[in-house]
């Protein structure tokens, strides 16, 4: 009787303090993307994560420690993370251990305790394992890819979810610490600042610091053997890695397309404000197996292929630049809208060509609008072009003429203040296509309806220009 008294009282009592208990529900599976519904989660907001990750070339064996700061945005009694393979070797929230299960790319945590609403916590993850590639027949692979020397991690819009466990959609940004642990003599470069370097026990730890907050897809790793060139300009921190064993006359294209980086940001600024972040560069890999250039934050990284025997290799390095802005700084709130992305920093080469000498904007314009009816270009609405179609030209190249369209009808003193305001207004945030036209409408103080339902929303050509 007495005994079972204080089981009652025991009860009551522990209902009483949690008191979230009754009211705690799991988080979300999905952040709500309509084209990747299970990327991301529901119920809390990551503000950081902290990274230490050893990798071995000789095995390609990763063993990795994340700490991840967040905030619950619901009473929580379970919460999940993105991790695609690899294997947990254990869990804990605010320093206890955590149950955890794991079905398809979702980690389930379920702390000890519900968490409260608004209130802040620290889960850490160890887990171990060889990262693998995710491999996508229409996106194309993203993930980690195995070199002779290392390991290039990179890829768009599934890529973290490869190498550590987060909240993996671009609307949850979070400032990063990533260390990586190679053997001594190899270089490994990521997003951000160099933050030191130490060699203990034959490894080196290479510490990076990415303080302005970044989607999780935007996290890179390059691991193997650089050329690494550090400097100072314009109150930026330049980093870049260029691959020795890249044939001559490659190395000599890319460290002259990189030598430029400075003088591209400076001619980007003019047009979109001033530069987002505090440290920058490049990265180039003799073996560059996953077919595409990527805006990595602060830090993209480029293939052989993107710099052919010509001269200069300046159009994708303003291309991935622009990026920075349009795509890293002002980052998408779905993937639906990725000629956000795409179209500015497309419109950005144009620009830039035009700059050059190379042709003018209405040139580059005039020859696409020239594509007849019934090419690729016309075939998509380009403010949603289905999840099996972010990368396809139209998006690229109709995104940009929208753009462009958007000028002629607005002049250029409209156009490039609502670049440029576009750029600082949502400097670390999230946007959609919706906001875009907001902002150009009341920017010009033009209804701009029938433009952006013409150019974004039309799968078929345009019949005038
Ligand atoms: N955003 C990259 C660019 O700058 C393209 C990424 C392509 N990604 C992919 N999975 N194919 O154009
Ligand atoms: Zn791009």
């Known amino acids: 009787m007495v005994r079972k008294l204080a089981v009652v009282l025991a009860l009551v009592l522990s209902v009483t303090l949690t008191g979230a208990a009754s009211s705690a529900r799991p988080g979300a599976v999905g952040i709500g993307d309509p084209y990747y519904p299970l ?20 095995t390609d064996a990763l063993a990795g420690v994340a700490t991840i700061r967040a905030r619950a945005t619901q009473h929580l009694s379970a ?24 079905a398809g790319t979702e980690l389930t ?36 890819f195995t070199t002779s020397d290392g390991v290039m991690i990179l890829g768009e819009p599934d890529v973290a979810q490869a190498w550590y466990p987060s909240n993996d959609h671009p609307i ?6 990533i260390a990586l642990t190679v053997p001594k003599g190899v270089e490994a470069l990521s997003n951000g600042a ?12 290479w510490r990076w610091e990415q303080i302005e907050p970044m989607a999780t897809y935007l996290a890179m790793a390059a691991i193997g053997q650089f050329d690494v060139k550090s400097y100072r300009r314009d109150g930026i921190q330049f980093v870049d890695g260029i691959d020795p064993a890249l044939p001559k006359a490659t190395y000599d294209i890319v460290a002259r397309s990189f030598a430029r980086e400075p003088e591209i940001l400076r001619f980007l600024s003019g047009y979109f404000g001033q530069y987002p972040f505090r440290a920058a560069g490049g990265v180039v890999d003799a073996e560059g197996d996953w077919g595409y250039a990527l805006e990595n934050q602060g830090r993209p990284i480029y293939t052989p292929d993107d710099f052919p025997t010509v001269e200069d290799g300046s159009a994708i390095i303003v291309h991935e ?57 016309w075939k998509y609405e380009v403010a949603d072009p289905g999840a099996a ?18 000028r002629k009808a607005v002049g250029d003193k409209a156009f490039f203040r609502i ?44 019949a005038t220009p």
Not at 389 to 406: E, K, Q
Not at 434 to 442: L, T
């Open 39 to 58: 990327d991301g989660n529901g119920g809390y907001d990551v503000k950081h994560y902290d990274l230490a990750i050893r990798y071995a070339p000789a």
């Open 389 to 406: 179609n972010l990368f396809v030209g139209a998006v690229y190249n109709r995104g940009a003429m929208t753009l462009h369209a958007l």
């Open 419 to 462: 670049l440029k305001s576009w750029a600082q207004m949502n400097r670390g945030g999230n946007v959609t296509t919706a906001k875009f036209i907001r902002h150009a409408e009341r920017v010009s103080g033009k209804n701009l309806d029938a433009l952006f339902t013409k150019w974004l929303y039309t799968a078929s050509k345009p």
């Open 194 to 205: 160099p933050a030191g370097r130490f060699t203990r026990g034959g490894w080196t730890t």
């Open 79 to 102: 919460f999940n993370l993105d991790l695609d393979g690899l294997t947990i070797r254990s869990v804990t929230v605010d320093g206890r251990a955590a149950r955890w299960s794991r």
């Open 321 to 377: 630049l622009a990026h920075q802005w349009y795509g890293d700084s002002v980052a998408l709130g779905r993937w639906a809208d990725i000629w956000l992305n795409e179209g500015f920093a497309t419109y950005a080469e144009w620009l830039w060509s035009e700059h050059e000498g190379l042709g003018t904007a209405q040139e580059t314009f005039d020859a696409l609008y020239a594509t007849p009816a019934t090419a690729s270009l």
């Open 109 to 144: 945590v379920t702390p000890r305790r519900p968490l409260h609403k608004g209130g802040a916590f620290v889960t850490k993850i160890a887990y171990d394992g060889v990262p693998k590639v995710i491999q996508d027949p229409d996106l194309g692979d993203g993930g980690a």
């Open 172 to 177: 949850d940004k979070a400032s990063f610490s």
